[in-house]
């Protein structure tokens, strides 16, 4: 049987122009979407259906694209919810986090609570689902993973470690159909109520780079602070030094 | 000859063969796609296009332009005289005697292309080809034979049943390569498709010594971008690869080729030929397309049709990406034929349809639209550069005589150099100046020659309606690029007139900063002391010199400096890219060598220390090439070391 999964998508911003765009991790969403179900997909978007960055969502191969339609002070989580109960579904896909709105990674939790789910956070791939389970690998810092197993239906939401999206196809994503379904809201008070204001970037220290020639330059603006956690040895015997690395991989657990 | 019917019997039933394949082959030209074309204006314009304009192509190479002058005007002669001596058998000794020299003339010629097919230089098709000559000398001697009784230098009724059979062979053989063969796919097909190639031209503002570079707009919001078969092409596209004379010269002047990239315009050409009739390329005898770092494939195994994906068996999408639309092969080619608007026809379903532009290309697209530049830097960030130039931005000034097109250089240090060294020189000669600032977008070139028009006309049409908001007389941009995309693809995205109206009235002229810097010395207004004797040679920039036919600015202004250049043997409108064009450098196609290496070679042939060029496109292509070599410098920056400046 066929999966069914649904993939979230939220409308993006991009860090250096503040324009909207395909976000990152959503479109990691689609993506693992696409590998687990192809064509089956299903992606959902609350908001506005005439939204330019839907289409470059549908040109990475999406034929159609749903819009639970409804304004932008409305809350997203009950229309999901309510969308998402109606649907036999398996799997749904988030990001982490979205990157405008209030960005507050609530929304794999909010509607896993409101559902009943399990959420599986920072996915980084998920290998295969077989017998109403999947095998699920968590992204862990430091490029290390976790294996784990979860009984469907679940959320999981993608990090970033996940397989990066497409290239968005601008005829595919011009022919995409998107399907409106007209919801009714309710009004998310907290977040009328907010006021937003550019961040301020914090003040960085000035490093003072003594370089002279082109590859010093490179290497002090390239260069890794240097934490506390390493340990020079050099004066220990062969036999340390060899335990000390041995210790550090199992520490690591690149062996057991 | 005994059976006197024979020879006209002969000739009539290949004439109408070739008849009929002539309808065929116009019908496979017909499955492209319909465009405006003036044929009655085309057709007369015919002889003229081939006297004047291709043979100012082909007299490139002196001994190939005056063998076919003999062997294709001696053949026409002769065919018409054939006809009247022969099918409709006017007897008079003038005209046979008429046909007997210009038999003659063919024959001599034809000895001559037989003579280069000894030893043929490896850019040239084998295979049939090589059976060309001899078919073009047997139907002059066929037909001199036959032709002597009527002329009177032999009695009526000469010949035995044996002369018979040998003249009759003659003539099956001959006409079935110089008739039948035109029409159905034989070598001889170049005469015939080249002739109506010329008439029905896509570009005819080329003719006349006119220059058309331009990519035309892709139509967006049907059923497929770009070209995905060969019937998506415009019929008189396909009507153009029909013309290929497969001579390779094309492929001789090929960066991509020559680097070891999997391309061969010509070969190229050819699949298109095979798409649009159907088949494999098994036939195809010329040189292949190199392997790159992947495998060669075997000939035979790429298979197309008119209605066949072109990237899905025909030809490797790797091969597109190869080209850095360089434009050399256009400019050779004798026959004319556009072979980068075809490339970029098909990069356009590939990027706008499969979404797989390879290796940076995704992401440089996916910067270019949501920052308006390449490497996705902060929109606001674009003035930086100019923080200490004290340059004046459009949104003040309102009108001036100069609008300064900075282009993505602005973004790069290395460029910067050269925007700060031209803005330099404008002052020191008080041009009255503005840039645009962070209004200024990306000019859509990357975007374009990667196949996504619609980024590119979109970007076109807000850096028009931010252009449309001041007035001002000229553009002037460091960018070869942007002028490039500026003077000659903004006009179809132009609706509003933005750059037909100038501040005073006129058009808007749009310059590269060597024009502009050129004029500026001639009226005086720039003085600079002599330079050093240091060898130097100029790189040509493709898009400024093939592209806008500007060859003599950057050469004055450098012979203003009492520099004698010592020109590449490849230079001028052969000039030899940097291999920067096309997006060339994003999608990276793996090849035996880089390009830059190769053009940095030719520099270093001419024992120069220092190499000027007039692009910061090439500036980084040829300063990427390891040391030792020889010092880089744009144009601009070797002014400002000498410019004499007045002090108050
Ligand atoms: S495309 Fe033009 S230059 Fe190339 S082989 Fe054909 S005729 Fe010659
Ligand atoms: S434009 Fe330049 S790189 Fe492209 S096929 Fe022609 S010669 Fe080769």
């Not at chain 2, 019997?9 to 499955?31: F, K, M, S």
């Not at chain 2, 990306?442 to 374009?448: E, L, W």
């Amino acid at each position: 049987m066929p999966l069914n999964i649904v993939s979230l998508v939220s409308v993006g911003r991009h860090p250096q122009s503040g324009r909207s765009r395909r976000a990152e991790q959503d479109g990691r969403a689609v993506e693992m979407g696409l590998k687990l179900a192809g064509q089956q997909l299903s992606v959902v978007h609350v908001g506005n259906p005439d939204e330019p960055v839907l289409r470059q969502y549908a040109g990475m191969g999406l034929s159609s694209l749903t819009v639970l339609k409804q304004a932008d002070r409305f809350d997203a989580v009950p229309v999901l919810q309510r969308y998402l109960e109606q649907k036999n579904i398996d799997i749904v896909l988030t990001g982490v986090r979205s990157e405008s709105g209030e960005s507050s990674g609530m929304v794999p939790y909010l509607l896993a609570h409101a559902l009943g789910w399990p959420v599986v956070a920072r996915v980084a791939d998920i290998v295969c689902v077989e017998k109403g389970e999947a095998q699920v690998l968590l992204a862990l810092p430091r490029g290390q993973r976790r294996a784990v197993r979860v009984a469907l239906p679940f959320i999981a939401s993608l990090d970033l470690a996940a397989p990066p999206a497409r290239q968005s196809a601008f005829g595919v994503g011009l022919r995409a159909k998107i399907e409106t379904i007209e919801s009714i809201g309710e009004v998310d008070q907290i977040r009328v109520d907010w006021q937003e204001a550019e961040a301020k970037p914090r003040a960085k220290r000035l490093k003072t780079v003594k370089a002279k020639t082109a590859a010093e330059r490179f290497k002090a603006a390239t260069a890794k602070p240097q934490g506390d956690a390493g340990k020079v040895l050099i004066n220990e015997t062969t036999q340390q030094k060899a335990q000390a690395i041995f210790d550090l991989l199992l520490e690591e657990k690149v062996i057991r | 000859m005994a059976i006197d019917w024979l020879p006209s019997v002969l000739i009539v039933t290949l004439l109408i063969l070739a008849v009929i394949g002539g309808v065929r082959r116009a019908n496979l030209w017909r499955a492209g796609q319909p465009e405006k074309v003036d044929i009655v204006a085309g057709l007369l314009a015919l002889p003229k296009r081939y006297l004047q304009d291709l043979h100012h192509v082909v007299a490139r190479d002196k001994y190939m332009s005056q063998s076919h002058v003999a062997t294709a005007g001696g053949f026409v002669l002769s065919m018409i005289l054939v006809l009247l001596v022969h099918v409709f058998g006017v007897s008079n000794r003038l005209l046979a005697g008429a046909l007997l020299v210009a038999l003659g003339l063919m024959f001599v010629g034809a000895l001559f292309i037989a003579k280069r097919r000894l030893q043929p230089p490896s850019r040239l098709s084998k295979g049939p080809w090589m059976r060309l000559p001899k078919s073009l000398l047997t139907f002059a001697v066929t037909f001199f034979v036959l032709t002597l009784p009527m002329a009177g230098v032999l009695p009526e009724g000469t010949g035995n049943w044996l002369l018979t059979m040998i003249l009759s062979a003659g003539i099956i053989i001959s006409l079935s390569e110089l008739l039948f063969g035109m029409t159905w796919g034989g070598p001889m097909k170049h005469a015939f498709a080249g002739a109506l190639h010329l008439a029905f031209h896509r570009r005819p503002e080329r003719f006349g010594g006119g220059r058309s570079t331009g990519l035309k707009p892709a139509a967006l919001g049907g059923e497929v971008h770009g070209v995905a078969k060969p019937s998506d092409f415009k019929w008189n596209q396909l009507l153009g690869f029909d013309a290929c004379v497969q001579c390779g010269k094309c492929e001789a002047m090929c960066p991509a080729f020559a680097a070891g990239q999997p391309l061969n315009p010509k070969k190229l050409i050819q699949d298109m030929v095979v798409g649009l009739a159907g088949g494999t390329d098994a036939n195809y005898a010329g040189s292949p397309y190199p392997a790159g770092k992947g495998e060669a494939r075997a000939l035979g195994s790429a298979k197309g049709g008119a209605d066949n994906v072109i990237t899905a068996g025909l030809v490797d999408a790797d091969t597109l990406w190869s080209c850095t639309t360089c434009r050399a092969c256009v400019e050779e080619c004798p026959m004319m034929i556009e072979h980068v608007d075809a490339i970029v026809d098909m990069r356009r379903f590939v990027t706008m349809e499969k979404g797989q532009t390879p290796n940076k290309g995704a992401q440089v697209l996916e910067n270019i639209i949501a920052t308006d530049n390449p490497n996705g830097y902060a929109p606001g960030s674009r003035t930086h550069w100019a923080a200490d130039q004290n340059l004046p931005l459009m949104k003040d000034k309102q009108q001036v005589d100069v609008l300064f097109w900075v282009s993505d250089g602005a973004f790069d240090m290395r460029s910067q150099r050269i925007l700060r060294a031209f803005v330099t020189l404008m002052k020191a000669a008080k041009v009255d100046v503005a840039i645009l600032g962070d209004e200024e977008r990306d000019c859509g070139d990357v975007a374009r020659r990667l196949g996504d028009d619609a980024s590119f006309q979109s970007l076109a049409k807000r850096n028009l309606a931010t252009l449309s908001q001041y007035k001002f007389n000229k553009i002037v941009t460091t960018d070869p690029h942007a002028y490039h995309c500026l003077r000659n693809e903004y006009s179809d995205l132009d609706v509003n007139g933005v750059l037909s109206q100038g501040a005073s009235g006129q058009a808007v002229e749009v310059l590269h900063h060597t024009t502009f810097l050129n004029h500026l010395v001639e009226q005086g207004l720039l003085n600079f002391e002599r330079f050093s004797d240091t060898r130097m040679t100029y790189h040509d920039p493709c898009y400024l010199g093939r592209y806008n036919g500007e060859y003599e600015a950057p050469r004055e202004l450098l012979r203003s400096l009492g520099i004698n250049i010592t020109e590449m043997a490849r230079s001028g409108y052969r000039s030899r890219c940097c291999g920067g064009g096309g997006g060339a450098p994003i999608t990276d196609i793996p090849g035996e060598r880089r390009i830059a290496d190769m053009r940095m070679a030719d520099v270093t042939e001419t024992g120069a220390e220092l190499v000027a060029v007039g692009c910061q496109q090439c500036t980084a292509m040829l300063e990427g090439v390891v040391e030792p070599r020889p010092v880089v410098k744009d144009i601009a920056e070797i002014l400002v070391g000498q410019l004499i400046e007045e002090v108050h």
